[in-house]
């Protein structure tokens, strides 16, 4: 019988390993592009070159070698500026989502565990500010606040911790409520206590399954806010910018468009598959 | 804390507790707890019985907006002292056997600070003394291999291993009061004789006093030396175990014991709790509880 079963397992443990290892690969890729970005982006990523504008990408008639994915209108490399673009991506995907993560777990907590005025008044808070379109929202606290990174990740942060309020508070709910919360408030913790060393730890899966949704999220408002021109100088390469770029060359040069956009998909579908990943390689009881 | 030996190790007087929409979780229900005794809660689903234990404990539902009464640990009165000292006092005298081994033990932490966590936070002792009583603790209650355990997370091991850590870590502290809630209704048939045994034997040792609740009668007799009998948070019934089971006066307990299976008359039909008597302690509490609300007691 132990027999018959193991094919079965061990079938299940691959496929969930692809889905865990696929993603990580293309996230760390990104991440060594990001840090050595000088290393290895083979042109400048500013340096503009009229001569050489709208080449094609190293597959098509009339490439130019050393330009693997092609120049835009102004002649700049496509791949350079693409791996420039994944530093600024990855720098604001990471601060937003751990700041968004940190403000709006802890209220999630807060209204979860401690209920009465504390989820009245976090919860009804949520319920306003998801009735807020989230891109105008963005638009109108940049425009307030005047482009540049900071804002754009203080942008993330003030419209998205709702997503984790609302998640972390059911699940804290659910905590709250099982026997080993009573069993340590009789072993004479506090409150507080309780619920930092006994719930935390509980909800911690989900808060990282979210954190790492909410950072494939960053890099779409990100580029969101850099192709309507909110993020940062147009001249710093960031996929938004390029996609917006490349919008209007679609019919010449549509690689300056596509490569960036498919590098964003990519990205975006990574770090939502990862968080499930890591979700279940954390719950002990998931992952045995 | 001194403690005078004739001192009721519990003691609750006129215990009430009311939902925010006017349901009354207990009535009036009083009782007490001699040192080293065990007393059986019994009555049937929703009379109250896991509320009393949770009362004790300082842990009702949030949702009990009303209560009222007192409750006496060694003569000191829970109502006389501020909410942080009276958690701090309840934890030093009291523990809990939970009804569910399965949700009582924290899934992401390992099973040694979740016993040695309430000595070292309560009892003020070092992490090594801690342990060191866990691990004799767990040898106590029949674990083999205690520092292997101690080191397991909860879903490594199984129910019944996980109620013995729970006897275990409820003992480990030498509480003055066991309140133990329905200890054996989530494990099978087998293991729970195992465990009643394990409880009484610890209980015996100790000279610890329990708080049964259960609704088995047979678990009764077998460890109980008084009975209380609930319905409906209304204490119907309070008596010695053996004169419960020999000439019980309550009808209703006499409906309970006769309930109850047994082994050797398999030919037997099943014989519930009458209906009609349900209904007439039902009409009897609502008459009651219109004479409690009329009465204009808050």
Request: glycine content about 6%.
């Amino acid at each position: 019988m132990v027999d018959a079963t193991m094919p079965l397992r061990r079938r299940r443990f691959r496929v969930r390993n692809l889905r865990f290892w696929i993603p990580l690969t293309w996230i760390m890729m990104l991440v060594l592009a990001a840090l050595c970005a000088p290393l290895i982006a083979p042109h400048d990523p500013l340096a503009q070159d009229l001569f050489l504008e709208r080449l094609p990408p190293f597959f098509m008639d009339g490439a130019e070698p050393g330009y693997w994915l092609g120049t835009d209108s102004l002649g700049r490399d496509v791949l350079s500026r693409m791996i420039y673009g994944a530093r600024i991506a990855l720098f604001v995907s990471v601060i937003a989502a751990v700041s968004t993560g940190i403000f709006g777990s802890t209220l999630g907590l807060l209204a979860g565990y401690y209920g009465g005025w504390w989820d009245r008044v976090i919860s009804r808070l949520v319920d306003i500010w998801m009735a807020f379109p989230p891109v105008l929202f963005a638009v109108l606290l940049v425009a307030v606040m005047g482009t540049g990174l900071t804002s754009v990740i203080a942008a993330i942060a003030l419209i998205d911790w709702t997503r984790f309020a609302r998640v972390i508070r059911a699940e804290t709910m659910v905590q709250a409520h099982m026997d080993y919360v009573d069993s340590a408030r009789i072993g004479g913790a506090r409150r507080f206590t309780t619920l930092v060393s006994e719930i935390l730890p509980n909800v911690m899966p989900s808060i990282i399954a979210l954190l790492m949704l909410e950072m494939g999220i960053a890099v779409i408002v990100e580029a969101i806010l850099s192709f309507v021109n909110l993020s940062i100088s147009s001249d710093d390469p960031t996929w938004g910018s390029m996609i917006a770029e490349g919008r209007g060359a679609i019919h010449f040069a549509w690689w300056v468009l596509l490569f960036p956009l498919i590098t964003l998909f990519l990205t975006v579908l990574s770090f939502s598959t990862l968080g499930e990943g890591i979700k279940k390689k954390f719950d002990p009881v998931l992952s045995s | 804390m001194t403690t005078q030996p004739h001192e009721k190790t519990l003691e609750i007087r006129q215990l009430n507790a009311t939902l925010p929409n006017g349901m009354r979780l207990l009535r009036d229900v009083s009782l007490t707890l001699e040192p080293g005794e065990v007393r059986a809660l019994v009555g049937e689903s929703g009379a109250g019985k896991s509320m009393i234990g949770r009362a004790v404990l300082g842990i009702l539902p949030s949702a009990v907006v009303h209560s009222s009464g007192d409750i006496l640990l060694e003569g000191q009165s829970l109502n006389a002292l501020r909410p942080k000292t009276r958690r701090s006092t309840v934890a030093k005298m009291s523990a809990l056997i939970p009804q569910d081994p399965l949700t009582a033990l924290n899934p992401v932490r390992k099973i040694g600070p979740q016993i040695t966590d309430p000595l070292v936070r309560i009892h003020r002792w070092s992490r090594d003394r801690a342990l060191k009583r866990a691990l004799e603790l767990l040898e106590r209650v029949h674990i083999r291999n205690p520092e292997r355990v101690i080191n397991s997370y909860p879903h490594e091991l199984s129910g019944g291993m996980r109620q013995r850590i729970l006897i275990a870590a409820a003992f480990a502290p030498s509480p003055r009061l066991i309140v133990a809630d329905e200890p054996t209704t989530a494990l099978d048939v087998t293991v729970q004789k195992q465990i009643l045994q394990l409880i009484r034997e610890l209980q015996r040792e100790t000279g610890t006093a329990v708080l049964f609740v259960t609704h088995d009668m047979g678990v009764v007799a077998k460890i109980s030396q008084k009975v209380t009998v609930l319905f409906a948070g209304r204490v119907l019934e309070d008596a010695p175990t053996e004169a419960i089971f020999n000439d019980a006066t309550h009808p209703y307990t006499r409906g309970l014991i006769a309930a109850t299976p047994t082994p050797n008359a398999t030919a037997e039909p099943f014989r519930p709790v009458p209906q009609d008597l349900i209904a007439q302690l039902q009409r009897d509490t609502q008459a009651e509880d219109m004479r409690f609300y009329q009465g204009g007691r808050k």
